[in-house]
């Protein structure tokens, strides 16, 4: 399996590590929703077909990556900067925690 | 009943072996059964077989995708222990173990079950005092251990590399004497046999498409051969676990389906005669009576259901290998493959009722299924049978994870590809 690093380009797969289901969203860290926490940490789609999953490029330029493969085939379908991901999605997860943060500040 | 016998055996042979009868019938699905299981794998066929003798259940069918023993009972290394440091898992393997003892005998089919032993090499004084915290455990809970020195190792595996200059020097080893390896397919031919014996109908070709419902209860199976239906439903489907139970609604469980790989060489000539595992890596290794040397080490890492695995395991799993056994780097491997295990959160499987009413899962086994077939077939049983779980397989639940009673050998937590 070769996956294409888009910092340093393809890559064997020796250097990558396996950083696992990236369908999963966790809780807001004050969240005391125990059924939230309980599906983020241990519940799984399992999917067989497409499979959103992270990777670290850990032999090479360290990023953390979003991939998208199939795990019938192995074969990936797309590949991405998980922080481009995460600075978009952490934005709107933090929207509802935002004035909250700002009362802390005064 | 045609008994499998010495007698047997010169009576075909005077009659030139030309009346022996298929080992299981090829019946068609009947519209309805008592009771059918999803998977006709060694769990599967183990819970029919144990449904029929324990429970005196026989109106049941067992439906497989594809032929019987094609998944992970015909794909695996074959090792049977039950050197466990948890109350909960030395209880429930010993016990498998103990049915394993006499399976040949109760199946009327020879298992090949070999009590070789497996010795888990220790590396580090740290590694070995963990190990004979474990095999303290494991006498605790009934079972068998033995601590070993470098010179008993010595004269029990010739040729281990034992100096002090290995990467990683032997410090010593836990030995689990009645522990040891079995014939794979003879297991899963053997249970359906008894099964079929015991007038189980064994339906092979037949893969379930969904599942029939009223409301919420599951009343049957639909499939590519018909609709089936049935007071009870179970599924044992191992690493198709998640594919399965999508078809019932169940869009999530605490399982992860991941690849691990399996090696054998050309035939040697008899050169270890118990099962060896490496403890500076992850490395377990024996010696088949046709002379192979069967051996694997970690799963792949990432989700998986291809039966297929990538070439940094295989060159991991090889150095581990030479680096045990030098003598060895000359051996040519013969073949590879892969299997779907259904990693769980904790390593430890689910055997329970639901999660819908009618319904009844075995899951989770990672991938150290084998040799918890017997035990997992007449547990599951029993909880078939009765609607509620053994003590064997009362912690084995689908909500432990959500009620935090976690059973986690190695306390690796919720990352299944380190269990």
């Known amino acids: 399996m070769l996956i294409n690093c888009p910092y340093c380009g393809p890559r064997d797969l020796c250097e990558f590590t396996y950083q696992g289901d990236a369908n999963r969203t966790r809780p807001a860290p004050d969240s005391t929703d125990l059924s939230a926490w309980n599906s983020y940490v241990y519940e799984r789609v399992n999917t067989a077909g497409d499979h959103r999953e992270y990777w670290q490029h850990s032999g090479g330029c360290r990023s953390h990556l979003v991939v998208v493969r199939s795990t019938l085939t192995h074969e990936i379908k797309s590949i991405g900067m998980a922080r481009s991901e995460t600075a978009q999605t952490g934005r709107q997860e933090s929207a509802g925690s935002a004035p909250r943060r700002q009362e802390k500040r005064p | ?419």
């Open chain 2, 1 to 419: 009943m045609a008994e499998y016998s010495a007698l047997s055996l010169i009576k075909h042979a005077w009659t030139g072996n030309r009346d022996w009868r298929p080992a299981w019938r090829k019946p068609d699905p009947k519209p309805s059964y008592d009771v059918v299981i999803v998977g006709g794998g060694g769990h599967g066929l183990a819970t029919a077989y144990y449904l029929a003798k324990e429970h005196g259940i026989t109106n049941v069918a067992v439906v497989e995708k594809g032929w019987l023993g094609s998944g992970n009972i015909g794909r695996n290394t074959t090792i049977v222990r039950s050197n466990y440091l948890l109350r909960e898992s030395i209880r429930f393997y010993e016990f498998s173990l103990r049915l394993w003892e006499d399976l040949a005998q109760d199946l009327n089919y020879n298992v090949m079950f070999s009590q070789r032993g497996v010795l888990n090499l220790a590396h580090s004084p740290g590694q070995a005092d963990d190990f004979i915290r474990r095999g303290n455990a494991m006498r605790h809970g009934g079972a068998d251990a033995v601590w070993l020195t470098p010179r008993e190792i010595a004269r029990k595996v010739p040729g281990l590399d034992l100096s002090r200059s290995a990467r990683f020097p032997v410090v010593g080893g836990l030995l689990q004497p009645r522990a040891g390896t079995a014939r794979h397919d003879a297991v899963a031919w053997g249970f359906a046999r008894a099964a079929d014996r015991r007038g189980v109908d064994i339906i092979e070709n037949c893969e379930v498409t969904g599942f029939l419902r009223d409301g919420d209860r599951i009343t049957g199976v639909a499939t590519t051969r018909g609709d089936i239906e049935a007071r009870k439903v179970a599924v044992a489907v191992a690493g198709s676990t998640g594919r399965v139970m999508k078809l019932a609604g169940i869009d999530t469980l605490p399982i992860e389906s991941h690849v691990l790989q399996a090696f054998v060489t050309e035939g040697l000539k008899p050169f270890v005669n118990t099962v060896v595992t490496f403890g500076g890596g992850h490395l377990y290794m024996s010696q088949s009576d046709k002379g192979g040397l069967v051996f694997g080490g970690d799963i792949d890492g990432y989700n998986s259901y291809a039966q297929r695995g990538n070439l940094p395991v295989v060159e991991d799993v090889m150095s581990e290998m030479v680096a045990l056994f030098p003598g060895l780097t000359r051996a040519r491997l013969l073949r590879s493959w892969g299997g779907v295990m259904d990693m769980s959160m904790d390593g430890s499987p689910i055997i329970t009722t639901g999660p819908l009413p009618g319904m009844y899962l075995n899951s989770g086994w990672c991938y150290g299924g084998f040799k918890a077939t017997p035990a997992s077939g007449w547990c599951f049983a029993w909880t078939i049978a009765k609607d509620e779980p053994h003590a064997y397989n009362a912690p084995y639940t689908l909500d432990r994870f959500q009620r935090g009673i976690l059973i986690d050998e190695k306390g690796q937590g919720a990352t299944p590809r380190l269990h």
